[in-house]
């Protein structure tokens, strides 16, 4: 990242001055404290979307800033922009467990999102996934594969409207840091938050990055272990085609997002064939 060195810390004072209390102790308090609050992973409605909750969105990021300052990450104060605040939005429905019940998972992911843990230790455990497919949820088999189907291909669609909010928020932040070198600042509160802010954005789509990576991982095991348990040879087809297209958008994502217009065209180059269909991908001519 780069920026985690870049900011400031205050004139040292020893942590026990500082606090008062032994930072062993204060580590223990925190995470006992998150530990009662996150009881229940983040609650949804509909859609699986983040249902507001004062708990998760108010407690345990307060909680969580500590545990931040501890581990002498960077905090920014600075308000939200609003592709800031729509690149959490959206990111948050990619690093979350495909399936919104699991705790364990769910658990994870909300502690790393309100910074109790760090964020790129939200790992989901890949394993998981199949767990939830075992399940008495699916009385089909062929259920389950359709369910690693529509997973995958969900999280494809929501692959490049991430990576495009990404981008305005990565060419943002170089006009801050830009702003920052040739401004004079004149507190030492503006100079860190800046620099924090651009930190904890870059942290953000690094962890988007590596959730999408472990979902890869989940569905192919899942894959596997339905090939053996219940085969289904005409399903097999449909999940890997799904997800070689995730695979696929990840690629692009982990480009820059570039890719799809690399050559300059005016136009978005054409959808494959191969993901979407036999049809050409234009609409048909209005008589």
């Known amino acids: 990242m780069g920026y985690g060195n870049a900011v400031q810390k ?10 008062g209390v032994d930072r062993g102790w ?23 979307r983040a249902r507001p909750s004062v708990i998760h969105d108010d407690l345990m990021p307060a909680v ?9 990450d960077p905090v920014s104060k600075f308000n939200y ?39 790129t230790e939200g790992r989901v455990p890949p394993d998981l996934y199949l767990i939830y497919l075992r399940s008495d949820k699916f009385r089909s088999s062929d259920a389950r594969y359709d369910k690693i189907a529509a997973d995958a291909t969900g999280d494809a669609s929501l692959v490049m409207p991430f990576c495009e909010v990404a981008l305005r928020v990565q060419k943002a932040d170089d006009e801050r840091l830009r702003v920052l070198r040739n401004q004079k600042v004149t507190t030492e509160e503006t100079y860190d938050g800046a620099k924090a802010r651009v930190w904890e954005n870059r942290v953000m789509i690094k962890w988007v990055g590596q959730a999408l990576r472990y979902r890869i991982i989940a ?34 994502a982990e480009a820059s997002c570039e890719a799809n217009n690399r050559y300059g065209q005016e136009k978005p180059a054409k959808k ?3 993901y979407t269909g036999w049809g050409n991908e234009r609409p048909p001519v209005q008589k």
């Not at 969580?64 to 002498?72: C, Y």
């Not at 053996?228 to 692009?252: C, Y």
């Open 10 to 19: 205050s004139p040292a004072l020893n942590e026990r001055q500082r606090f």
């Open 26 to 48: 204060l580590r223990a308090i925190v995470l006992t404290s998150v530990l009662v609050l996150a009881a229940c992973t983040r609650p949804t409605g509909d859609f699986d």
């Open 219 to 252: 569905y192919k095991k899942a894959l596997k272990g339905l090939e053996i348990e219940t085969p289904s040879q005409d399903r097999v087809w449909k999940v890997n085609n799904a997800i070689r297209e995730l695979e696929g958008q990840v690629r692009l």
């Open 81 to 119: 922009t609003n592709d800031e605040k729509l690149l959490r939005d959206r990111g948050w429905t990619l690093i979350r467990p495909p399936w919104t019940k699991d705790w364990i998972g769910g658990t994870m992911v909300e502690l790393s999102r309100t910074r109790v843990l760090p964020e």
């Open 272 to 274: 494959s064939r191969i």
């Open 64 to 72: 969580g800033e500590n545990a931040a300052r501890l581990r002498g």
